[in-house]
């Protein structure tokens, strides 16, 4: 995984801080290997319940802010889906598969 | 940098913020008179459409026009050593001294990049994105105007 320490504690911090109890977030793309370099930093958030786009959008304005906040502006790409949800988004089911769990409020 | 070179710095960023404010502003009421479009309303109704263009369009502009215009502006008007300040430095002072909401400014941010992604297929979350820009607009009205009446403080 290539987040620093500095990082993954922010993100632990940031969700604490904005997301609803019982959430998770997970690390996915290309940050989860090793090999590469650089690329944005993409996170899928779990809610305990499903929520609609617009909780979803305003989930993932609110956790990328506090994030700028912590560690600066980055290429931040924030995907939200419950875990409890059947989805047919491909970029959900391609986050799943090789996700790396951060952060649980 | 005298007294007048800062006064006239400041009120060229405050002309600039304005012209987008006053155009955001039509736009918004038009778009308050309205219901809240539907997904496939926003999709299919290029009245709409040209409205949510003209919102998004001038909500950039307005943010652009803060940030590279207003803040130095302000920060060297209320005499701060910002020159080599990054961003997020002289967002710290101005939040520090009231004019500014920086939770808020960095959430704008996001709802910019977010109207970067095109979405394809996904129709309620290019819905989601552009009614959270257009709130977004409407906040940053109410910050510009409150840091212009405390720039500018009625006599």
New interface residues.
Partial sequence: MRLTKAEVLAIEAAAKAVLPRGARVLLFGSRTDDARRGGDIDLLVEPPTPV???L???L???L???L??LI??R?IDIVVAAASEGED?LIVREARRHAIELART | MTEAVRDARLAAALWECDRHRAALDEALSEWRALDTPSSQALEQNSGLRRLTDQIIYRFTKLQDAMGERLVPAALGWLGEPHEVWPM?DRLDRLEKLGYLD??AW??W???R??LAHEYPG?V??R???V??SVAAAGAMVAAFVHCKAKLLPSP
Wanted: proline letters at 0%.
């Fill in positions: 609609d786009a617009l979803a959008a305003d993932s304005t609110r990328a802010a506090r700028y906040r600066g502006e290429r988004r | 997020r920086v939770d960095l959430q941010r996001d709802v990049n977010r996904a309620d979350q819905h989601a994105a009614l959270a």
